[in-house]
């Protein structure tokens, strides 16, 4: 069933439409700035839709991992920096609600709101309510208004939290209109046409550190594809798996385990680095280029000219290419050049090309190839959980069934 989006939301002259947004952005450590405004930008049609149709809109994110934060970084986990971002992207003013989630200042600022009127609820998992599906806390927040649209792909894997999942539960319950957003939309329609019908030849290019936390999405892939190419930190594990030194890259036992499966397809689907940049631990200005073992005291770091060369062919022979996970230590100048050339290439791409989203979104976006993908996504967790074909309990309230 066709999830129900922004048209079936009805006439919203005067209404107040709550959303969900993930306005979940990296922050610099110190300042608390945001660092990179994507996820920001990309909910910005939905938001424009609904007050060009003469609602108004109470927006509401978490921001980061306050449970886990120190005092001091909690600081910067207000919305108060991300509220002034959102209003000068938005080019309206943003009124950043009161400190407490909800409560009687934050109801009045919501009843306050007039058409064309934007607010932001401070951070959501301010309030412990929010990571536990509590009915009250989603009651507080369905009071403020009468409709509800998911715009934060990023977080629909999350199960738990109240204004993804028992909010629009809440609203469901009382009859009241949910949709998705324009955002959500666009993810699961360009996720779904990869996942059934994608151009062929279908290349696959995984990176990053843990095999462990993406067995399941190589799985999938594996199924899909016609080619995976491997990058990355999970490269090493791959050799080591193959019993290959590599030195003294770090390499988990378990993700050893969790490679080990995967070896039958290398050298058919699975296609491994033939060279890569290893880096002198203690000094990481000593660096050389290997093609078998890495040498005592060094770590692999990048994927080597040679595989560049090669994964670059790949990609040009490909008509829909997905990619997730950095291929090196790419925050490093000196060993972002697989990810580098691997962004270029793809961008350079008559394919479709897909950016799965978190790291790998930012490094598409630092070497200034995103806009010229087909998509990059918002999602990190979300893309991969979609992509494995998770049903999300988010998405499940939006539907009459
Ligand atoms: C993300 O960036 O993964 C989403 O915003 C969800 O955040 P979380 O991983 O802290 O739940
Ligand atoms: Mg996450």
Redesign the pocket.
């Known amino acids: 069933m066709a999830k129900k989006t922004l048209n079936d939301l009805g006439d919203l002259k005067g209404k107040k439409v709550l959303v969900r947004v993930?306005f979940?952005v990296p922050l610099d450590k110190k300042t608390g700035a945001v660092k990179n405004d994507r996820r920001i930008r990309a909910a910005l049609p939905t938001i424009k839709h609904l007050l060009d149709a003469g609602a108004s809109v109470i927006a509401m994110s978490?921001l980061g991992?306050p449970e886990k934060a120190t005092p001091e970084e909690r600081k910067n986990l207000t919305m108060d920096k991300v509220a002034a971002k959102f209003s000068e992207l938005l080019a309206v003013p943003v009124t950043k609600a009161a400190n407490d989630v909800v409560g009687p200042a934050v109801t009045a600022a919501a009843a306050a709101l007039k058409p064309g009127g934007v607010l932001l609820l401070e951070n959501l998992r301010f309030d412990p309510r929010e990571q536990k599906n509590d009915p009250e806390f989603a009651a507080a927040l369905a009071a403020l208004g009468d409709a509800y649209v998911n715009d934060a792909f990023?977080?629909c894997q999350?199960d738990k939290d109240t204004s993804m999942v028992g909010l629009p539960a809440n609203l469901k319950a009382a009859g009241k209109p949910r949709a998705i957003g324009l955002l959500v939309a666009k993810e699961l329609e360009i996720i779904d046409g990869l996942m059934t019908e994608p151009k062929r030849p279908v290349l696959g290019i995984m990176g990053g550190a843990k095999v462990s936390d993406k067995i399941a999405f190589i799985n999938t892939l594996l199924a899909k594809v016609d080619h995976l190419l491997i990058g990355g930190k999970m490269t090493y594990t791959f050799l080591k798996a193959q019993g290959v030194d590599v030195g003294a890259t770090r390499v988990g036992d378990e993700e050893i385990e969790a490679a080990k499966p995967l070896l039958a397809h290398v050298g058919k689907k699975i296609t491994l680095p033939v060279d890569y940049v290893a880096a002198k631990s203690d000094d990481l200005l000593q660096t050389q280029v290997c093609e078998g073992p890495i040498p005592a005291g060094f770590e692999g770091v990048d994927i080597g000219p040679k595989t560049i060369e090669h994964y670059k062919a790949q990609i040009k022979d490909s008509a829909t290419i997905i990619w997730n996970g950095p291929l090196g230590w790419f925050e490093q100048t000196a060993f972002a050049r697989g990810t580098q050339y691997i962004a270029e290439a793809m961008a350079a791409s008559a394919g479709v090309t897909v950016v799965g989203g978190?790291e790998t979104a930012e490094a598409a976006e630092q070497f200034g190839f995103a806009e010229k993908m087909t998509h990059v996504s918002t999602g990190?967790?979300?893309f991969l959980a979609y992509v494995e074909g998770k049903k999300f309990q988010s998405l499940a309230q939006i539907d009459d069934k």
Do not use: K
Request: glycine share 36%; aromatic share 0%.
């Open positions: 993930d979940n978490h991992r990023g977080t999350n978190g990190g967790g979300a």
